[in-house]
């Protein structure tokens, strides 16, 4: 998935519709009793009214995303709902967040959740799905909360299957029902959210992926029940939206909403929950690498398709009061940015940089909105814009970006290094660049190429400073993706040898960092699980803001093309090369033996992580 630079220096239509709903409905227990019991459980005094508020938050060409909001506008708490309602066109829902909801023909039913069964009087509670369509996309009608009506008038509008097709719908309400949609600006209790917090992991729990869980589980069982394996499970890790189809779930993945879902049902405002998603399907993906090519083209269709049919789902999901307890991480689109700072002199990055840019300024408009969503960027690692030119010219980048959203700096809460990489948090043995050995400086090896930034704890350090004097806020502080930096195992340096008299043999002889290239990036063999996901290791001053997993260790980087199949990334083929700037070559260091695609479970890197893993597990 990784890139580095080129050269190391020196040597579709979106669609916003709201419908109210009101009700002016009331039914007295004795004239309702004929009425299903179970519909009339949330009838606990002489009357039930209810209101329901439809918003269509996207559209596109054969897809949608609604979000319900229920009020109880009677005189009686409810205490457990289920909505119906009938759609006059030919959508079908797909997957349903803080309900469940099921179809029959046209007529859809939703059944509260645990955590917003309850609605008490002058209350609202929401829920949300996706769905598709073929021919129209027209307002449901005859909502009814456990079997009351909530009628109202309306003029409603269908979108027809072209896709440069729009509709607008308008509805006369008797009473006012609550917007859906959360607003406000992020920074303290909005719409009663709780208030949004300089670091987002002090005071939170963390929140497991159940995917990897069972990934872990079952390789520590296939090794004997490897307690030091089955370990890993304990600590989190990033859920991938690497595809649109991650949205909904598959077989191997579990839709968002189920994992928010599982999340929001243990989190309270007093025990919040950390969920870390990683956004990262930008048109031409990874410009300058094929392991991670992504599923979207980097043209003017495929910007459209980032933006309506993958953020905006996300957005949409994610803007759910039910989720009001969690504070969700969005590492936003590795790889990206960086290319636009290095790797403008390749055809692919030159395409893709307008479309990064604004999508990413997309991005975090969307996700800004929602205020317990805090976003970090990606900003490589100190292999790739360690060296002073490429530092410098990295705040213009970045700022071009943010300063391009509503909020400007206030849109992202920091950044992230490191994501996906092996490079160490620090070179305990190698820790003065200018250090002279044999008459020349330490930095000056082939291994760094004169970057004196050997490390992440450096790199973020001056990266951070560099950020805040071009005027970036001192705010907005650096996670390390520590999940494979360990260096651990037997060929880890444990004192300092300062025998050697040139500063290759020097750099060789100290640092813990294995690989033969600082820019080999692809299931690097002797790599060791580093420190576990940990906040402010170096306390609240520090740029250092937490240590966090986003690459789930033991899930591949990627695959290389053979005779056998076409597709895959050279550069992670243990029998190719990588090359330098000044036209050196080196092993790539991947792990020999294997081929096994981006993102599936590796066995044997996962032993050897776990086997390598510093400090030991």
């Given at each position: 998935?990784?890139?580095?630079?080129?050269?190391?220096?020196?040597?579709?239509?979106r669609?916003?519709r709201r419908?109210?709903?009101a009700?002016?409905?009331?039914?007295?227990?004795?004239?309702a009793?004929?009425?299903?019991?179970?519909?009339?459980?949330?009838?606990?005094a002489?009357?039930?009214?209810?209101?329901?508020?439809?918003?269509?938050?996207?559209?596109w060409?054969?897809?949608?995303?609604?979000?319900?909001v229920i009020?109880?506008?009677?005189?009686s708490?409810?205490n457990?709902?289920?909505?119906?309602?009938?759609?006059?066109?030919d959508?079908k829902v797909?997957?349903?967040?803080s309900?469940?909801?099921?179809?029959?023909?046209?007529?859809?039913?939703?059944?509260a959740?645990?955590?917003?069964?309850?609605?008490?009087?002058?209350?609202?509670?929401?829920?949300?799905?996706?769905?598709?369509?073929?021919?129209?996309?027209?307002?449901?009608?005859?909502?009814?909360?456990n079997?009351?009506?909530?009628?109202?008038?309306s003029?409603?509008g269908?979108a027809?299957?072209?896709?440069t097709?729009?509709?607008?719908?308008?509805?006369?309400?008797?009473?006012?029902?609550?917007?859906?949609?959360?607003?406000?600006t992020?920074?303290?209790?909005t719409?009663?959210?709780p208030?949004?917090?300089?670091d987002?992991?002090?005071?939170a729990?963390?929140?497991?992926?159940?995917?990897?869980?069972?990934?872990?589980?079952a390789?520590?069982?296939?090794?004997?029940?490897?307690a030091?394996?089955?370990?890993?499970?304990?600590?989190?890790?990033?859920?991938?939206?690497?595809?649109i189809?991650r949205?909904a779930?598959?077989?191997?993945?579990?839709?968002?909403?189920?994992?928010l879902?599982d999340?929001?049902?243990?989190?309270?405002a007093?025990?919040?929950?950390?969920?870390?998603?990683v956004?990262?399907?930008?048109?031409?993906?990874?410009?300058?690498a094929?392991?991670?090519?992504?599923?979207?083209?980097?043209?003017a269709?495929?910007?459209?398709?980032?933006?309506?049919?993958?953020?905006d789902?996300?957005?949409?999901?994610?803007?759910?009061t039910?989720?009001?307890?969690?504070?969700?991480?969005?590492?936003?689109?590795?790889?990206?940015?960086?290319?636009?700072?290095?790797?403008?002199?390749?055809?692919?990055?030159?395409?893709?940089?307008?479309?990064?840019?604004?999508?990413?300024?997309?991005?975090?408009?969307?996700l800004?909105?929602?205020?317990?969503v805090?976003n970090?960027?990606?900003?490589?690692?100190?292999?790739?814009?360690?060296?002073?030119?490429?530092?410098?010219?990295?705040?213009?980048?970045?700022?071009k970006?943010?300063?391009?959203?509503?909020?400007?700096?206030?849109?992202?809460?920091?950044?992230?290094s490191?994501?996906a990489?092996?490079?160490?948090?620090q070179?305990?043995?190698?820790?003065?660049?200018?250090?002279s050995?044999?008459?020349q400086?330490?930095?000056?090896?082939?291994?760094?190429?004169?970057?004196?930034?050997?490390?992440?704890?450096?790199?973020?350090?001056?990266?951070?400073?560099?950020?805040v004097?071009?005027?970036?806020?001192?705010?907005?502080r650096f996670?390390i993706?520590?999940?494979?930096?360990g260096w651990?195992?037997?060929g880890?340096?444990?004192?300092l040898?300062?025998?050697?008299?040139?500063?290759?043999?020097y750099v060789?002889?100290?640092?813990?960092?294995?690989?033969?290239?600082?820019?080999?990036?692809?299931?690097?063999n002797n790599?060791?699980?580093?420190?576990?996901?940990?906040?402010?290791?170096?306390?609240?001053?520090?740029?250092?803001?937490?240590?966090?997993?986003i690459?789930?260790?033991?899930?591949?980087?990627?695959?290389?093309?053979?005779?056998t199949h076409?597709?895959?990334d050279?550069?992670?083929?243990p029998s190719?090369t990588?090359?330098?700037?000044n036209?050196n070559?080196?092993?790539?260091?991947?792990?020999?033996?294997?081929?096994?695609?981006?993102g599936?479970?590796?066995a044997?890197?996962?032993?050897?992580l776990?086997?390598?893993?510093?400090?030991?597990?």
């Amino acid at each position: 998935m990784q890139s580095t630079p080129t050269s190391a220096p020196p040597p579709r239509t979106r669609v916003r519709r709201r419908i109210w709903l009101a009700v002016s409905a009331s039914v007295s227990l004795a004239a309702a009793a004929t009425l299903t019991p179970a519909l009339l459980t949330s009838a606990s005094a002489a009357s039930l009214g209810c209101s329901v508020a439809y918003s269509t938050q996207s559209q596109w060409s054969g897809g949608f995303v609604a979000n319900l909001v229920i009020g109880n506008t009677g005189s009686s708490a409810i205490n457990g709902w289920t909505l119906t309602f009938t759609f006059p066109g030919d959508q079908k829902v797909t997957s349903a967040w803080s309900a469940t909801v099921t179809q029959s023909g046209e007529n859809v039913t939703a059944v509260a959740a645990s955590y917003n069964a309850g609605i008490a009087a002058g209350s609202t509670t929401s829920f949300g799905f996706q769905g598709t369509w073929t021919t129209s996309d027209a307002i449901p009608t005859g909502f009814a909360v456990n079997g009351v009506a909530c009628g109202g008038s309306s003029s409603t509008g269908s979108a027809s299957a072209s896709p440069t097709t729009t509709a607008t719908t308008t509805a006369t309400a008797t009473t006012t029902s609550a917007s859906p949609t959360a607003t406000g600006t992020g920074t303290g209790g909005t719409g009663g959210y709780p208030a949004h917090v300089a670091d987002p992991f002090t005071g939170a729990t963390r929140y497991l992926n159940p995917d990897y869980i069972a990934e872990v589980n079952a390789q520590a069982g296939a090794d004997g029940n490897n307690a030091a394996e089955a370990s890993v499970a304990q600590y989190q890790t990033a859920i991938w939206l690497d595809q649109i189809s991650r949205i909904a779930g598959d077989s191997t993945h579990t839709s968002l909403t189920t994992q928010l879902n599982d999340a929001a049902a243990t989190a309270t405002a007093g025990n919040p929950k950390v969920v870390e998603l990683v956004v990262y399907d930008l048109p031409g993906r990874d410009c300058a690498a094929l392991a991670s090519n992504g599923e979207i083209p980097a043209t003017a269709a495929g910007l459209t398709e980032y933006e309506s049919q993958f953020i905006d789902p996300i957005a949409s999901i994610l803007n759910n009061t039910a989720y009001k307890n969690l504070r969700i991480v969005a590492i936003i689109e590795p790889d990206s940015l960086p290319n636009a700072v290095t790797n403008q002199s390749k055809t692919a990055c030159a395409t893709a940089t307008p479309y990064y840019e604004s999508g990413i300024t997309y991005a975090l408009n969307k996700l800004h909105a929602i205020p317990n969503v805090y976003n970090y960027l990606d900003i490589a690692h100190s292999a790739w814009l360690g060296w002073p030119s490429n530092m410098s010219a990295t705040p213009a980048v970045y700022q071009k970006v943010v300063l391009g959203t509503t909020a400007g700096y206030a849109s992202i809460d920091g950044f992230i290094s490191d994501t996906a990489n092996y490079t160490p948090v620090q070179e305990p043995f190698l820790t003065n660049p200018t250090l002279s050995v044999g008459g020349q400086p330490v930095d000056s090896a082939t291994f760094y190429q004169y970057d004196p930034a050997f490390d992440e704890l450096t790199y973020d350090t001056d990266m951070y400073n560099t950020l805040v004097s071009a005027g970036f806020p001192s705010s907005d502080r650096f996670l390390i993706d520590t999940s494979r930096d360990g260096w651990g195992g037997s060929g880890r340096p444990t004192a300092l040898n300062s025998s050697p008299t040139t500063v290759d043999t020097y750099v060789a002889a100290n640092k813990i960092d294995e690989r033969p290239f600082r820019g080999d990036w692809c299931n690097e063999n002797n790599a060791g699980i580093g420190a576990r996901p940990t906040d402010e290791p170096f306390g609240t001053s520090s740029p250092i803001e937490g240590y966090v997993w986003i690459k789930p260790p033991g899930e591949s980087d990627g695959d290389y093309p053979t005779s056998t199949h076409t597709h895959g990334d050279a550069h992670c083929d243990p029998s190719g090369t990588n090359t330098d700037g000044n036209g050196n070559t080196y092993s790539t260091g991947s792990i020999p033996g294997y081929d096994v695609p981006a993102g599936q479970w590796y066995a044997y890197e996962f032993r050897m992580l776990v086997s390598n893993a510093y400090p030991a597990l």
